[in-house]
């Protein structure tokens, strides 16, 4: 499993999953290795870092 699939199991049976971010397309907000902390939500706010895959 990697680790794409086990934060999208860890979000449906927790709310809540972690993983490390790899990658400069997110500099200066977020380092690339950061951890980082997924929570489920039903409203999202104007700021809101947002993760979805398509396909």
């Known amino acids: 499993m990697n680790k794409y ?4 199991n ?5 709310g809540e999953g972690r993983m490390k971010a790899f990658g400069n397309s997110m500099l200066p907000v977020l380092k690339s290795g950061s951890l980082l902390t997924f929570v489920r939500a ?3 706010e104007v700021g809101d870092v947002g993760n979805t895959r398509e396909g």
């Open 42 to 44: 039903e409203d999202y």
């Open 10 to 14: 860890e979000l449906a049976a927790a």
């Open 5 to 8: 699939e086990r934060l999208k």
